[in-house]
């Protein structure tokens, strides 16, 4: 009997694990120190780059705006990351400089961390960046 029990809560924990960003409605942005902007959907990762008269030296620009395609594999690579840094980071922290903001929207809720400079922080730009090629 037990044993009846715990395979179908087996099966119910993976039929839960197996929802997509899609299904769930979640999409992150991500806004590095420069004030340039990521956006990341199930389907979708898409660059806006900060322009040199909005920039705090008024001549940074973060170049041009591009949008991409991803495929659901890239969005679950790119939300495990995510997660990391959510599950890593302070938490009530102001931003300052160097810092950069992740934030995270499930349906209508939205959460946000202030990331400081790390390795971490720095590969999941470096995947970022990678999807937008």
């Known amino acids: 009997m037990y044993s009846r029990y715990l395979f179908l809560l087996l099966i119910c924990a993976s039929l839960i694990q197996c929802k997509t960003g899609k ?3 979640i999409s992150y942005t991500y806004t590095d120190q420069n004030n340039n902007v990521i ?7 898409t660059y806006n780059p900060i322009a040199a ?5 008024g001549t940074y ?15 679950q690579i790119i939300s495990r ?12 922290v102001r931003r300052e400089m160097l810092t950069s903001v992740l934030s995270k929207r499930v349906n209508e809720q939205s959460t946000r961390v202030i990331l400081s400079k790390s390795a ?5 730009e470096k995947l970022l960046l990678e999807f937008l090629k």
């Open 23 to 25: 299904d769930l409605n």
């Open 39 to 45: 956006s990341i959907s199930s389907e979708r990762i």
């Open 53 to 57: 008269e909005e920039s705090s030296s």
């Open 61 to 75: 620009s973060g170049g041009d705006p591009k949008s991409v395609k991803i495929s659901e594999e890239n969005f």
């Open 81 to 92: 990351k995510a997660e990391e840094l959510f599950d890593g980071a302070p938490k009530n």
């Open 120 to 124: 971490l922080r720095n590969d999941f």
